[in-house]
C-alpha cells in the first residue's frame, strides 16, 4: 500500500517521524513536500496529496499543518477526498470504518510524535465496513458532483429512514 505525504513548515517538523513510523508498518511512501522550513502555504501540499489519492497512484494520504484544519479542507477540495482531521484514536479508527476517509490530516500543534503514531496506527489498521454507511458515502459523493436529483434519490430511498435503530449494530 502507498501513502502520499504532505505538510507546510509548520508540520514539517513532525512528519519525518510519522513517514519512518509508517515505513517500519510495512508501507510504501513518498513525500509531497514541503521539504523545507521556509514559510509556505498549506492549500499546496493538501491539494498534492489529495490529487496523489485520487488519482489512485496512492492508496491513502496523511497530511500535517499547525492544527491539520487548513491542510484538510485544501485535501477536501479535491474530487474524491474524503479527509478527516484527526486528534484522537477513536476518531481515526471510525473515520475509516464509517466514513470510508482516504486522507488523514492532524496538526503538529495539537499532537505530540507518540499520539500522532498512534493516530495513524488506528487510522491505517481500520477497514471501511460499508452496509448502511456505503450509502452515506454515495451521499458524500452526490453533494460532490452537485448532482443534486442523485442526493434526493439516495436520501428518500427506502433502505435507511433515518431512525435506524442502533442496538447491536456495529460502530
Given amino acids: 500500500m502507498k501513502i502520499a505525504f504532505g505538510s507546510d513548515h509548520v508540520g514539517l517538523e513532525l512528519k519525518p517521524t510519522i513517514i519512518e513510523y509508517v515505513k517500519s508498518l510495512g508501507y510504501e511512501v513518498h ?11 498549506y ?12 488519482s489512485g497512484e496512492y492508496d491513502l494520504g496523511i497530511v500535517i499543518c499547525g492544527t491539520g484544519v487548513g491542510i484538510s479542507l485544501a485535501a477536501n477540495k479535491v474530487k474524491g477526498i474524503r479527509a478527516c482531521v484527526c486528534s484522537d484514536c477513536y476518531s481515526a479508527k471510525l473515520s475509516r470504518m464509517h466514513n470510508n476517509t482516504n486522507v488523514l490530516a492532524f496538526g503538529s500543534r495539537v499532537v505530540g510524535s507518540e499520539l500522532a503514531k498512534m493516530i495513524v496506527k488506528n487510522w491505517l489498521e481500520a477497514k471501511f465496513i460499508g452496509g448502511r454507511h456505503q450509502r452515506r458515502i454515495e451521499e458524500l459523493a452526490a453533494i460532490e ?9 439516495l436520501k428518500d430511498s427506502d433502505e435507511y429512514n433515518g431512525q435506524e435503530e442502533f442496538e447491536n449494530q456495529p460502530l
Avoid: M, Q, S
Wanted: proline fraction near 3%.
Fill in 145 to 153: 458532483d452537485g448532482d443534486d436529483d442523485k442526493f434526493t434519490e
Fill in 43 to 54: 492549500p499546496i501540499y493538501g491539494k498534492k496529496v489529495g490529487e496523489a489519492v485520487a
Fill in 31 to 41: 513525500d509531497f513536500g514541503t521539504k523545507i522550513a521556509e514559510r509556505t502555504d
